[in-house]
């Protein structure tokens, strides 16, 4: 598939998320409004993202200590830093207002379920992703790598393409 018809489908369906998500939030939170009324409403809405910004600041520094302890180390942090991205959209996700955001934002705080969001993640892209001349693809130097496991530098080594003759 042509690069330009992925990205056409990457626009048209980013359209329609920024449409339908607002359009569902809003009647979301009319009907739980008709429930409890509006104050209720709008009080629980402060209330899970005020929880939400508490659960993403404890996650968030858990996973930035993580990333000193894999770098201390000598290791690749890559699971880490995929963590880290999840956890910067929770964060985003709680800061929309809405039930529904917050609750996929809720979901990806949890670190049971953002594991498994993470490990379709690393599954899905993982053979597109280039570190520093190092690619998790396979027939790279070294053969494929899984992320987060340590790379021994001693022993790496990386076919050079000499083009200054």
Known sequence: MPASRRVGGVLAVLILLLISVPLLELFVIVQVAGGLGAGQTILLLVVVSIVGAW?????GLGVLN???TRVAQGEIPGNELVDGLLILLAGAFMLTPGF????????????PT?????????RRYAKRVDIAGWSGAQGSPGGPRRFGSPLDAES???DTDDRSN
């Open 156 to 158: 790496y080594t990386k």
């Open 66 to 68: 993580q990333i000193r």
């Open 100 to 111: 529904l955001t917050d609750a996929a934002g809720l979901i990806m705080l949890f670190p």
């Open 55 to 59: 659960m993403v600041r404890r996650s």
């Open 114 to 122: 953002r594991k498994v969001v993470l490990s379709v993640l690393v």
